[in-house]
Nanobody, 118 residues
Framework: QVQLVESGGGLVQPGGSLRLSCAAS??????????MGWYRQAPGKQRELVAAIIRFGITRYADSVKGRFTISRDNAKNTVYLEMNSLQPEDTAVYYCNAGRDVGMGSWGQGTQVTVSS
C-alpha cells in the first residue's frame, strides 16, 4: 500500500513560481511507484494530467505547461517534484500526486491547492 503526501501549494502572483513535492511511504516495491505524476482539477473541470515521469526519467507533459513546468524524481527518497514557473491564473487548481505501475494508475495523494492571483 502506497501513501502519498503532497506539499508546496499556496498562493502566488501571476508570473511567480512554486515547487510541489510528493513523498511516497508505506509498504511497497519499486514497481509500485514506477510511474509518478501530477494531475490537477480546477473547479467545474475534469482532472487532467499535468506531468508524469517514469522511474528511468522519461517524462510527459501537458501542452499547456510545456516549457514552464518541470517534473523530476528522487528514487532514493521515493519523492516526485513539480517545479512550476511563469504561473498563470489558469494554472489555479487542486494538484494531486499519483504513483503506480503505469501513468494514472495506483495511489493518489490528498491534493494541494495552487492559486495564482494578483
Amino acid at each position: 500500500q502506497v501513501q502519498l503526501v503532497e506539499s508546496g501549494g499556496g498562493l502566488v502572483q501571476p508570473g511567480g513560481s512554486l515547487r510541489l513535492s510528493c513523498a511516497a511511504s508505506g509498504s511497497f516495491v519499486r514497481n509500485d511507484i514506477y510511474a509518478m505524476g501530477w494531475y490537477r482539477q480546477a473547479p467545474g473541470k475534469q482532472r487532467e494530467l499535468v506531468a508524469a515521469i517514469i522511474r528511468f526519467g522519461i517524462t510527459r507533459y501537458a501542452d499547456s505547461v510545456k516549457g514552464r513546468f518541470t517534473i523530476s524524481r528522487d528514487n532514493a527518497k521515493n519523492t516526485v517534484y513539480l517545479e512550476m514557473n511563469s504561473l498563470q491564473p489558469e494554472d489555479t487548481a487542486v494538484y494531486y500526486c499519483n504513483a503506480g505501475r503505469d501513468v494514472g494508475m495506483g495511489s493518489w495523494g490528498q491534493g494541494t491547492q495552487v492559486t495564482v492571483s494578483s
